[in-house]
């Protein structure tokens, strides 16, 4: 059939959402996308990364892993290429790594377009119009038997007057991609960023990866680390608990984890956020527990649970 690919790799489908900004994408199961970055591993549709390369070597490497594991993947790919790299730089990379390219090529199932002509029309940034674009491919891919699209797009923008206008298409990038079957990898000039920048940037993206002098590494942004103390002060909480105390077996998984809460001394508003419950589901764990050791009050539970 006209537009098959290749290689088809049969039995491979994702689940999906309907989403207001792209394509929906109908039937299929929640199975994982190999990534092909041996750093990150397999990852779902949706999926929105950002990498932080050193040299134009580095991106050359991780785009073409990720470009090959998704051909091998019955995906339909599209690389967005600007400088440090050129369209045929791209293309000979992919060529020398990637057996049977020019069949792949030739099939229609990967297109390396210029980024600046893809994001700016005669200097003009149009929201609407990119979104819009990345839609009708995804469109197109799906009724051609693809799988989805895997996308990548080079950050040529850092520095110029659109950068504020870029820093926003991230953002409706990463809200339109939920339940899409799409996974895009943006790529940043480490060099070339400012620690502003990059903050911007991490938080537009799910997650972000640095590729510098031969290594791999996670950037975290400020909320992440905020997640991973919180992480913290609850596994604290719940290996205080991790030893018995009177009246501990006849405790659910539930109230248990909320008692953790109660004795680490957090309101029921913190507790609810912490656990993703309501607040008033967390008076009503509080209320149980008391009744449960027989506890007066919280000051009173707390003695009865440490012993104090």
């Known amino acids: ?20 900004a792209l394509a929906e994408a109908p039937g299929g199961d929640s199975a994982l996308r190999h990534t092909g970055i041996r750093f990150m591993g397999d990852m779902p549709w949706g999926t929105h990364v950002c990498l932080f390369y050193e040299t134009p070597q580095d991106l050359l490497d991780t785009a073409v892993c990720y470009f090959e594991a998704g051909l091998r993947s019955n995906e339909f790919g599209v690389w967005a290429v600007s400088d440090p790299v050129s369209l ?7 060529r020398r790594a990637i057996p049977r390219f020019d069949r792949y090529r030739e099939a229609g199932q990967i297109e390396l377009i210029a980024g600046s002509e893809w ?41 110029t007057k659109h950068w504020k206008e870029f820093c926003e298409y991230e953002h409706e ?20 960023s400012r620690a502003v920048d990059m ?17 791999w590494e996670f950037l975290e942004t400020p909320e992440l680390k905020q997640a991973k103390r919180e992480i913290r002060r609850l596994n604290g909480a719940l290996d205080i608990l991790s030893k018995p105390f009177p009246g501990h077996q ?23 956020r ?15 527990l ?15 649970v440490l012993g104090e």
């Open 274 to 288: 912490t656990l993703g419950i309501s607040p008033r589901t967390v008076d009503f764990h509080r209320a149980n």
């Open 119 to 159: 994001y700016l029309e005669g200097d003009e940034f149009d929201l609407q119009k990119i979104t819009g674009g990345w839609s009708e491919k995804l469109s197109a891919a799906l009724a051609k038997g693809y799988d989805g699209v895997r996308v990548s797009g080079n950050a040529f923008w850092i520095g």
């Open 199 to 215: 903050l911007d940037v991490a938080r537009a993206h799910q997650c972000c990866i640095v590729r510098r002098k031969g290594n």
């Open 173 to 192: 990038l990463d809200r339109s991609l939920v339940g899409q079957k799409m996974i895009v990898l943006c790529t940043y000039s480490f060099q070339s």
């Open 88 to 94: 045929e730089q791209a293309e000979e990379a992919l």
């Open 250 to 272: 006849i405790l659910t998984p539930k109230e248990r984890v909320a008692l953790a809460q109660i004795i680490r001394g957090a309101s029921s508003k913190e507790a609810g």
């Open 1 to 20: 059939m006209p537009g098959a690919p290749p290689f088809p790799n049969r039995g491979r489908k994702a689940n999906s959402v309907p989403s207001t």
């Open 290 to 304: 008391l009744k449960k050791l027989g506890a007066r009050n919280v000051a009173d539970l707390v003695h009865k």
